[in-house]
C-alpha cells in the first residue's frame, strides 16, 4: 500500500493511492498514519481490506498539500557514510560499524514543502536517502533477516546537511543536520510487501534540473537488514520510528572547488523508485 497524508500542515488526514493513481480518503478508517496504526495488524487489515473494496471517497488532488506520510514519528536515526561511492568521494575510510548520529522529529516537512536555507549558511548540502518506517518494536534483533520484519515500510528522505555547521565547528554532526525544515519525508509510505528487496532501489537526485545523484541502495555499506538489528543492539526502536539509511555519491561535499552548496531560489527534486518524488525550493530563513 502506498499511504500518505494530506492537508494543511498539523491537521493532515490519513489516505491511501490506490493502484490505478487514485486518492483516496482513509480518515473514515483510521485516525492517523502513525506508529500505533502500523504496530496494529488488525487496524493495518482494515486498511487494506477498505483499499481493496474500492469504496474509499476520492480526493481531489488539486491544490492540495502532500504532509509528511508518518505522524507522531518518535525518533529519525541516521546512518553516515553509508555507501561506497559517498565514502570514496569525501575522502573516507568506509567505517567498520555504521556510523549513528540523529535528526529531531520537528525537522520533518511535507515533500513539497519549502526548505529553509540557515542564517549564517555557506554550505547547506543535498543528499536523497532511503527512509526505513519501524513497525515492530525491535531489541537485541539476532539477524539481519529477523530485522527486516521489523519494518512497516519504506520512504523518500531528503536529509538536507549544512557541511559547516556539521563538520567544521567542532562538536557532533547533530546542529549541522537539525536545521529548520531539514528532513522532507514522502510522499509515501509504502508499505515493505509492495517494496521488496530494499538493496535493489534506485536513488536519483536533481539540483536546478542537473542530476546531481544516481546511485542505488545495493551500493549500501551495511544493507538496510544490517542497519535495523546493529541500532537495536543500543537503543529500542519503536512503532513510528525511522531510519535514514544514508546517501549515494553526488553531493555537493565530493564536488571539487567551488562546491555548489544550496542557495535561496535553487531547486531540488529527488526520487527513489517505487517510493516517489520530492520537490523542493529553498528559501533564506
Known amino acids: 500500500m502506498k499511504l500518505l497524508r494530506v492537508g494543511t500542515a498539523g491537521t493532515e488526514k490519513p489516505a491511501l493511492l490506490d493502484a490505478d493513481g487514485v486518492l483516496r480518503d482513509l480518515s473514515g478508517v483510521v485516525d492517523d498514519i502513525d506508529g500505533t496504526l502500523l504496530a496494529d495488524d488488525a487496524a493495518l487489515g482494515r486498511v487494506r481490506a477498505a483499499a481493496e473494496s474500492g469504496e474509499l471517497p476520492e480526493l481531489d488532488a488539486t491544490g492540495l498539500r502532500v504532509g509528511p506520510p508518518l505522524a507522531r514519528i518518535g525518533k ?52 536523497v536517502e532511503l527512509a526505513v518506517v519501524i513497525g515492530r518494536t525491535a531489541r537485541y534483533v539476532d539477524s539481519a533477516e529477523e530485522a527486516l520484519a521489523h519494518v512497516a515500510g519504506y520512504a523518500v528522505s531528503h536529509d538536507v546537511s549544512e557541511r559547516e555547521f556539521q563538520i567544521e565547528r567542532g562538536g557532533t554532526w547533530d546542529k549541522g543536520k537539525n536545521c529548520e525544515t531539514f528532513n522532507p519525508l514522502g510522499p509515501w509510505l509504502v508499505t515493505a510487501d509492495e517494496v521488496g528487496d530494499p538493496q535493489d532501489l534506485p536513488l536519483k537526485l536533481w539540483v536546478n534540473g542537473e542530476l546531481k545523484q544516481n546511485g542505488t541502495t545495493a551500493n549500501q555499506i551495511f544493507p538496510v537488514g544490517e542497519v535495523v538489528r ?36 535553487d531547486v531540488v527534486e529527488l526520487e527513489i523508485a517505487g517510493l516517489g518524488r520530492q520537490r523542493q525550493e529553498f528559501k533564506d530563513a
Open 230 to 265: 546493529y541500532v537495536s543492539q543500543f537503543m529500542t526502536l519503536y512503532p513510528g520510528d525511522v531510519i535514514n539509511t544514508g546517501t549515494p555519491a553526488g553531493v555537493a561535499l565530493g564536488e571539487p572547488e567551488p562546491k555548489p552548496y544550496l542557495r535561496a531560489g
Open 76 to 127: 529519525i536515526v541516521c546512518i553516515g557514510l553509508n555507501y561506497h561511492d559517498h565514502a570514496r568521494e569525501t575522502g573516507a575510510e568506509p567505517p567498520a560499524e555504521p556510523v549513528i548520529f540523529f535528526k529531531a522529529a520537528d525537522t520533518v516537512v511535507g515533500p513539497y514543502d519549502t526548505v529553509l536555507v540557515p542564517r549564517k549558511s555557506e554550505k547547506t548540502d543535498w543528499e
